[in-house]
């Protein structure tokens, strides 16, 4: 089984603070897991995918 992340290591990996991550998990904006009622985790494989979503292609400039 995958291991998960928990917030500290979740927010390390994407770059942001834990607070900016919780406020994302608020806003569902990125995908996480729930054990029981309280305890979020996250997954390697949902974290990497969420940065692929949110990888913005640079556009070519005219007369190139």
């Known amino acids: 089984m995958e ?3 928990n917030n500290t290591e979740a927010a390390e990996y994407l770059g942001i603070s834990p607070h900016s991550l919780r406020r994302y998990v ?3 904006l990125i995908p996480f897991t729930k054990i029981g009622k309280r305890l979020v985790r996250f997954r390697l494989a949902d974290l990497q995918a969420y940065l ?5 292609q640079a556009r070519r400039r005219e007369g190139e």
């Open 52 to 56: 692929t979503r949110q990888t913005v």
């Open 3 to 5: 291991r998960l992340l």
């Open 26 to 28: 608020a806003l569902k």
